[in-house]
């Protein structure tokens, strides 16, 4: 089966995608559902030690990280699939890796390395801690990132403890920060002619994503805590009880302020000397919120939103996953793409880009790949014929 591109976007360059579990393969995701050639290179069956890394290979989780890409077998611990990988790499632009960064180097395919084969290769690397450094060879995860990255202490309720957030966070925005240092390098590549090393960590990816929190130490050293539902500079925004649920409703800023009182009836709130201004309400938010939910009570959630849309002040549902596919404006943006999968049955959901590109969209093309299911095609295509195929077989390097 030849490659059939997802979009026209990036079908003209070719990825070695070296990666496994989550933060390398969302970065890998982010090219493959844009068009690039994507070749999932994964060491052949009965090679890897206990479970596979990335969890079942037709659940949810890992058909949702791995659609839109070829799959390959290779056995990079033999010095003949490293000469095979490094044929490879001749002719691609991109290797993606998340290795530990010691082990690249002992595998004898490190940037440096690679650099020798393909000086315009861009070599894509996501750790726990960094390249360098002293936790550069400890083993990275999600939640470990989420702690000793400040998310954890944020999180939560006031005095609760710490709490991670309910998604892979860390993991998942190395990638994207990952696959967006690619596509730079390779923009540079149209200038200088030259490859580069493009590196981040989970632990720099999560300390990025503390945003205006990390900058209030950085700048005020201020350490911020627990706010729970309640924002931690905009007030009142928070979750706020109705007479069959909760919403949510940010009032940021004066203007918004004086339009959530009068749409709720609370001018007696906007008058009072102890919320008059965000520093008021700011001080006084613990007597605020009940005070607000007084004005709420009797009020469904479908009424108050009504009313608080149409005087402009933002606002919304609080949905169970369900209850996310099923609202309107979700069901008309259609965050999802369908492909046929022989394992997972015809017209498959696989959640879509967040992005548009009117003339180059992302599409739906490849359901993710059985373990080795495009070896020979690859390995055809990079030169190598059906003898020097089948003695790779023979010798267990594919």
């Known amino acids: 089966m030849p490659f059939r591109p997802a979009?026209?976007?990036l079908q003209r360059?070719?990825?070695?995608?070296?990666?496994r579990v989550r933060s390398g393969p969302t970065a890998v995701r982010q090219l493959a559902d844009w068009g690039a050639n994507v070749i999932k290179i994964e060491m052949p069956e009965g090679m890897e030690p206990g479970d596979a890394p990335g969890g079942p290979r037709h659940g949810s989780d890992f058909q949702n990280l791995h659609r839109n890409k070829r799959g390959m077998?290779?056995?990079?611990?033999?010095?003949?699939?490293v000469a095979i990988l490094k044929k490879l790499a001749e002719r691609a632009d991109v290797i993606v890796e998340n290795f530990r960064p010691d082990v690249k180097q002992r595998l004898g395919i490190d940037y440096d390395a690679m650099k020798q084969v393909n000086p315009r290769l861009i070599y894509a690397s996501i750790s726990g801690?960094?390249?360098d450094g002293p936790y550069r060879e400890r083993p990275g995860f999600d939640q470990i990132a989420q702690g000793m990255g400040g998310l954890m202490s944020i999180t939560g309720l006031p005095g609760q403890g710490p709490v991670r957030v309910g998604i892979p966070i860390a993991d998942l925005t190395a990638g994207i920060f990952c696959a967006q240092g690619i596509l730079l390098a390779l923009l540079e590549r149209e200038t200088s002619g030259e490859g580069q090393w493009v590196h981040t960590s989970l632990l720099q990816a999560q300390i990025f994503m503390l945003d205006f929190q990390a900058a209030r130490w950085l700048m005020d050293q201020d350490v911020p805590k627990q706010a729970g539902n309640n924002h931690p500079t905009s007030i009142p925004t928070g979750v706020f009880k109705t007479t069959d649920g909760y919403i949510n409703i940010a009032v940021t800023g004066q203007k918004i302020w004086e339009r959530f009182c009068k749409a709720i009836g609370a001018e007696d709130l906007l008058n009072h000397p102890?919320?008059?201004?965000?520093?008021?309400?700011?001080?006084?938010?613990d007597?605020?919120?009940p005070a607000i939910e007084a004005k709420l009570a009797g009020m469904t959630s479908a009424a108050l939103i009504d009313k608080l849309n149409a005087a402009g002040v933002p606002c919304g549902r609080i949905y169970k996953m369900d209850e996310v596919f099923a609202d309107p404006q979700v069901e008309h943006l259609k965050p999802y793409v369908e492909i046929d999968s022989p394992v997972r049955g015809a017209g498959t959901k696989f959640l879509g880009q967040p992005m548009t590109l009117t003339r180059t969209p992302a599409t739906g093309q490849l359901p993710?790949?059985?373990?080795?299911?495009?070896?020979?095609e690859i390995l055809?295509?990079?030169g190598y014929d059906t003898t020097a195929i089948a003695g790779f077989r023979q010798r267990g390097i594919v």
């Open 287 to 289: 007597r605020l919120n």
């Open 274 to 285: 102890d919320y008059a201004r965000a520093a008021d309400r700011s001080k006084n938010r």
């Open 73 to 81: 077998t290779l056995n990079l611990k033999s010095p003949e699939g």
């Open 380 to 382: 055809a295509e990079f």
């Open 368 to 376: 993710p790949p059985e373990v080795g299911q495009h070896t020979d």
């Open 129 to 131: 801690f960094g390249q």
């Open 13 to 19: 360059f070719t990825v070695l995608d070296l990666t």
């Open 7 to 9: 979009s026209k976007a």
